[in-house]
């Protein structure tokens, strides 16, 4: 009675695309000398840190069929005030959580305007994209801020604990910590209901606009903390931080198989497809493709992602 | 007029009226006026009238999906105020929409995910869900309500439209439902699953859960209720028991008095 749900599709689904992202590292292990060394893992799983982050909340939020636009600008935001904040002389930790609680508001903000006001989700955060950055601008006048902010500012993204970087075991407690919220907690099943079946939800008791609101602030909380760690990685704040970012993001969350639509998708998903997109691009600056070709095959390995699981759906549904 | 093809199954006969669970006293809304009606625990109450006569209307009045522009209702004697389906849930009232497919199921979920979505109060703790109890719960109920599936893992949109259907009488009953609207419960369901939905409709009025079916077939409110309300124009032009029906008056009274086909 039991066995038939292990080939249902969304697991299915799973192996398709670990299959995927194993048959690109064997190609470029192949390929490349240098690709399958311990240092180059870690430089991809620092460089990756922050869109599996920001995806952890990023998933849950698009199965639920909401969408956000916001997270480049919220980490940058994020990353120039903890920087802003170490200058006025405000201890490192706690100005990362302040940096971060920024986030948290401009996600309530992103909250209230599509749940509350009806505002399309796209709408609404293409205009926090561009109010929120336009704000990092106006506070750092376009300059960077690197002045003052002393060694303590780059723990966060460069420090190690024993030989693993700090960053990388913060980015794996969390997506552990989203795998569960996700797969066992009330939040994580009536984000699969709501964008399963927003009518059914709401007949079946859910509070629709506070589970909306709750994972609109998660994406701005987690966009914010990868905001802060890659300032401090980088050792400066600056408004420039994140430009692009959120389509990163959601090309990770959906090749990880999550719908634009809702309702299926998941953070497990969302990791191999940001392994996938940090390989490639790795793979071909280690073969040394000049990075305007790496946009292209980004482009074409998302279209083709989700043809191939169309395709591969199609001929399984009997 | 296109009446009465074959009635499958007889009403039963009425049970031994007990105090009122549920008492709607002039409940209006934009589309329903001034319905006054009440059911009792273990009672099979019927809506019946023409599509846009207002049965769908009247049961989301009850639900808190629409807004009432006035009347009141009574649960067990005292007055209660239901905004949301949310709170009709918390109160006890649990309905069956008409849309199996838009307002009743979560295709892409799982059979249990589906049966535990309206109440995980007792199968989580502190917001974290125990799948175990959930599994077991829906293991229980398609035994219950002899639910065929291969396992409660399975999504509910594989599921054949009398065993979904089941599956979201299987939702409502595990929100402890002590009163169940049930809007069109038969529609788009074969003839054999039809007969064990009735079947399974009399046994929780047996149970003592008081019972709203509202539905635009004669034959299906013939069988299973014990009084019916006919409705007109979002109104309830006149309750009958079930041993007053007669399907010539019926249809003449809800087409509009003295107005026969």
């Not at chain 1, 940096?99 to 505002?119: E, M, Q, W």
């Not at chain 2, 629409?66 to 209702?73: A, E």
């Amino acid at each position: 009675m039991n066995r038939r749900w292990k080939f249902d599709k969304s697991n299915y689904q799973k192996l398709v695309i670990v299959g995927v992202l194993l048959l690109i590292m064997l190609a470029l292990a192949v390929l490349s000398r240098e690709f399958l060394t311990v240092a180059n893992i870690t430089n991809v799983l620092r460089q990756t840190a922050a869109t599996i982050i920001a995806g952890c909340a990023v998933t849950m939020l698009m199965v639920s069929g909401n969408f956000d636009l916001s997270i480049g600008s919220i980490m940058a935001i994020a990353g120039t005030m903890s920087a802003i904040f170490v200058t006025w002389g405000i201890p490192n930790l706690p100005a990362i959580l302040l940096s971060v609680l920024i986030g948290t508001l401009v996600g309530l903000i992103n909250g209230f305007l599509v749940i509350l006001l009806n505002v399309p989700s796209i709408i609404a955060t293409l205009g926090t994209m561009y109010a929120v950055r336009g704000v990092a601008w106006v506070i750092t006048g376009g300059n960077s801020i690197s002045r003052g902010l002393g060694k303590g500012f780059t723990v966060l993204g460069r420090s190690y604990v024993g030989p693993l970087p700090l960053s990388i075991l913060l980015t794996a407690a969390i997506f552990a910590l989203f795998y569960f919220i996700q797969h066992r907690t009330l939040l994580g099943k009536y984000s699969y209901a709501i964008g399963g079946n927003r009518r059914t939800a709401l007949l079946s008791g859910i509070n629709v606009n506070l589970v909306g609101v709750v994972l609109y602030v998660l994406v701005g909380t987690l966009s914010a903390f990868a905001g802060a760690m890659m300032a401090s990685r980088l050792g400066v704040g600056n408004a420039n931080i994140g430009v692009g970012f959120e389509f990163d993001v959601v090309v990770a969350v959906v090749l990880g198989g999550t719908s634009l639509e809702g309702g299926e998708g998941s953070v497990f998903g969302m990791l191999v497809g940001a392994l996938i997109v940090g390989f490639i691009a790795n793979g071909l600056n280690l073969l040394g493709v000049h990075s305007f070709y790496q946009d292209i095959v980004k482009g074409v390995v998302l279209v083709g992602a989700v043809l191939l699981d169309r395709v591969l759906q199609a001929r399984i549904r009997r | 007029m296109m009446v009465g093809k074959v009635v499958h199954s007889r009403y039963a006969g009425g049970r031994t009226p007990s105090e009122a669970l549920l008492e709607a006293r002039e409940l209006s809304t934009k589309s329903v006026h001034s319905l006054s009606f009440s059911v009792r625990k273990g009672e099979i109450f019927g809506f019946y009238g023409l599509r846009g006569a207002g049965k769908s209307e009247a049961a989301r009045a009850v639900m808190g999906l629409d807004r009432l522009m006035g009347g009141q209702l009574f649960l067990d004697g005292k007055p209660v105020k239901i905004p949301n389906p949310g709170q009709a849930l918390r109160l006890g009232i649990a309905m069956v929409p008409e849309e199996r497919l838009t307002e009743g199921l979560f295709m892409k979920l799982s059979v249990s995910d589906n049966i535990a979505v309206a109440n995980y109060r007792n199968s989580s703790r502190f917001t974290i869900v125990n799948e175990k109890n959930t599994s077991a719960v829906a293991g229980r109920f398609a035994r219950d309500l002899n639910i065929k599936l291969h396992s409660v893992r399975q999504r509910a949109g594989t599921l054949s439209g009398g065993n979904q259907q089941k599956v979201v009488i299987a939702k409502c009953l595990n929100a402890r439902a002590k009163l169940l609207l049930l809007d069109e419960p038969s529609r788009g369901i074969d003839v054999g699953a039809k007969e064990e939905i009735y079947a399974i409709i009399r046994t929780l009025a047996a149970r003592g859960v008081g019972i709203l079916v509202f539905s635009s077939e004669y034959e299906e409110i013939a069988a299973l209720c014990d009084r019916v309300a006919l409705m007109v124009d979002g109104k309830i032009a006149a309750i009958l028991k079930n041993d007053e029906l007669n399907i010539r008056d019926v249809h003449m009274l809800i087409m509009g008095k003295g107005d026969v086909e």
